[in-house]
């Protein structure tokens, strides 16, 4: 919207979201004042494999976005899930909780079944739990265990606490595995169970204020207003 120069402070259209502003500065979009900041929101959804997680796609894929029921107001997902990987995408309207939910300090165990192409072992699998260093990137260490071989096929689940690019293909390749299919369970508290694919469900209030320490006061996670924002 501010790119679009849609996004005006005190009357001057601005260009850059880079600016201070404080509670005594008119700030109005598409020349009327901006809205109040809304209470804080989260959807489960179970993104089906084949959809990008960005707002556009310059190769014109589909998005996670376009398949949205029409009347979700507008949101941001927490963290993503690459083209071919499907299960739990958290989305939110509140800038602040997304923020505040991908940063690794947050803690939350993220929790993946993963199948590979091979055998793996445990002797495979250790340098992934000690946490490996891939073209000069540190990863952390990975909570990895073996469920079943299925032929050519193994199934695995696996935990992390922060998401980097493709961290768990990249890891697997190191062992010498391809990961044909990674399916995320949960993130955090936040679980996918039996919703299905394509599926949106809202977390009710109270379980929000319960799992993230928010007071019934607060306009939204970040404690600040949407003019802060």
């Known amino acids: 919207m501010i790119a679009d120069g849609r996004v005006a ?3 001057k259209r601005i260009l850059s979201p880079a600016l201070n502003v404080s509670a005594k500065d008119r700030i109005t ?11 804080s929101r989260l959807w489960l959804y179970h993104k089906p494999p084949g959809l990008v997680t960005t707002t556009r796609d310059e190769k014109g ?3 996670v976005f376009d398949s949205l029921p029409e009347d979700m107001p507008r949101v941001m997902p927490i963290g993503r899930l690459d083209l071919s990987s499907e299960g739990l995408l958290l989305l939110t309207n509140d800038g602040g ?7 690794p ?16 072992s445990d002797a495979m699998l250790e340098p992934l739990r000690k946490g490996l260093n891939i073209d000069g990137e540190r990863f952390q260490p990975m ?20 998401g980097r ?7 697997m390749e190191t062992a010498g595995l391809s990961v044909s299919r990674l399916i995320r369970l949960s993130y955090g508290p936040f679980q996918l169970g039996t919703l299905k694919r394509g599926e ?11 799992q993230l320490g928010l007071s019934r006061s607060s306009p939204n996670a970040s404690g600040r207003s949407a003019r802060q924002r």
């Open 9 to 11: 402070v005190n009357g």
């Open 29 to 39: 979009v598409d020349g009327k004042p901006a809205n109040t900041a809304e209470p």
């Open 61 to 63: 894929r589909r998005t």
């Open 97 to 103: 909780l997304k923020r505040r939910l991908e940063l």
């Open 105 to 120: 300090s947050t803690g939350w165990l993220r929790k993946y079944r993963v199948r590979v192409n091979g055998k793996p």
């Open 143 to 162: 909570q990895v265990a073996i469920d079943r071989q299925q032929g050519a096929n193994a199934w695995l689940t696996v935990g992390l606490r922060e």
């Open 165 to 171: 690019n493709r961290e768990i293909r990249r890891a």
């Open 200 to 210: 949106v469900r809202e977390v009710k209030q109270r379980v929000l204020r319960d």
